[in-house]
């Protein structure tokens, strides 16, 4: 018998979430039958999507999802010997039972001098979000310029450097001095601090004068009507995500898009990552490939400790850090 911590959602988030929406409870866990594993969480995940997702895939009282990197410790199913690592979304607990189906095994060969972690950010979930908004819904090419908003993100600072991979001049957008120069720092041509710049307009007028030919957005509100002003004719936008409105009470109100979209012939299309799964462990390699190279790089943030789960949540929505969030459990 193991005994997994594991933290419940409480209560469906009201405006900005509260520790208090979350409560820790230990529940037992039977050994594992034929066929089972039991693995134990190394590293938890902490993402946008938790908040934006919040009301639609679990009820209020059921453990808190996301994902984790766990390693297999006890197994009946050769699939997933002992000691081997792998992504599991079980949500935010210490320990899950699995029957393997749910289990994704790390590529086996993983280097030694990158972390685990990174599987939950560069080269996990928002890694190929970057990758397939830019190849596959915006289908960037080599001399096209690209703006990404939440540049300095888990996905911003991924998107950025394949677009400099691809060959692409590329401007991001973020909330800090501190985060503008990381922009710069990953190669980023251009970036501003969006919350001090006079004018949004002419911020990206000044980065890219001639416009923008596609756009990856991750915030919405204001930024994204400045952006759309700024775009080519033929310019494509792709909806990755829109942070600014995820914890409003009342839905903030904008000036409708569609004479600049009708005039220009823009193209919008959003997209979730899970569209392209069965592309994910080709991709995963990919991502690999160019962190061993050295054209990939990323910055974690860490919190120890499962009990500081839901503090680090909040931590990740202020948006005051550089980095990737996650839990060391
Ligand atoms: P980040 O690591 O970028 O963290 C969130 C960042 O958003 C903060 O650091 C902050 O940066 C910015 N932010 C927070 N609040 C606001 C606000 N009110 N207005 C503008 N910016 C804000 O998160 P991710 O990289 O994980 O996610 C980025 C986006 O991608 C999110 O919108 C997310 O929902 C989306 N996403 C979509 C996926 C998909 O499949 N479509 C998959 C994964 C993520 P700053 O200081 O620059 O403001």
Redesign the pocket.
């Known amino acids: 018998m193991v005994k997994a911590k594991t933290w419940i959602l409480k209560k469906y988030f009201e405006g900005f979430p509260k520790e208090s929406d979350f409560e820790l409870r230990v529940v037992d866990l039977p050994e594992p039958k034929d066929g089972e594993v039991l693995v134990e969480a190394l590293y938890l995940s902490v ?3 938790l908040r ?1 997702f919040n009301r639609d895939f679990i009820k209020e009282g059921d453990v808190q999802y996301g994902g984790q990197v766990a390693k297999v410790i006890q197994s009946k199913n050769k699939a997933f010997p002992v000691g081997c690592h792998v992504f599991v979304h079980s949500g935010w607990r210490t320990h899950t039972l699995s029957d393997g189906s749910d289990l994704t095994k790390l590529p086996s060969n993983w280097p030694k001098d990158i972390p685990l972690s990174l599987a939950l950010g560069a080269i996990g ?2 890694g190929l ?1 970057a990758l397939y ?1 830019l190849e596959e819904v915006l289908q960037i090419k080599a001399g096209e310029t690209v703006l990404v ?8 600072a991924v998107v950025g450097q394949i677009c400099k991979i691809k060959g692409c001049k590329v401007v991001g ?4 001095d501190a ?1 503008v120069a990381y922009l710069k720092e990953l190669g980023f041509d251009e970036a501003f601090n ?2 001090t710049v006079s004018s949004l307009e002419e911020a990206l007028k000044a980065a890219s004068p001639d416009g923008y030919d596609c756009y990856f957005e ?2 919405a ?1 204001p ?1 994204f009507t400045a952006a759309l002003s700024q775009m080519k004719k033929e310019g494509r936008i792709a909806v ?5 409105l ?2 409003d009470t009342t839905p903030q109100t904008c000036p409708f898009p569609h004479k600049t979209m009708l005039v220009n012939h823009l193209k919008m299309e ?5 569209k392209w799964k069965h592309k994910d462990e080709e991709s995963r390699q990919r991502l690999l490939t160019w962190m061993k190279e050295g054209k990939l790089k990323a910055k974690e943030v860490v919190t120890v400790g499962f009990e500081n789960t839901p503090a680090a949540f909040l931590r ?6 550089i ?3 996650i839990v060391k459990v």
Not at 240 to 244: N, V
Not at 316 to 321: C, E, H, P, V, W
């Open positions: 993402d946008p999507y934006l979930m928002p979000t908004g908003s939440a540049a300095a993100g888990a996905v911003g957008s973020a909330g800090s985060k969006y919350k991750n915030v509100g930024f990755c995500g829109a942070i600014s995820y914890n959003g997209f979730t990552v899970s990740m929505l202020r948006g005051n850090d980095g990737k969030h």
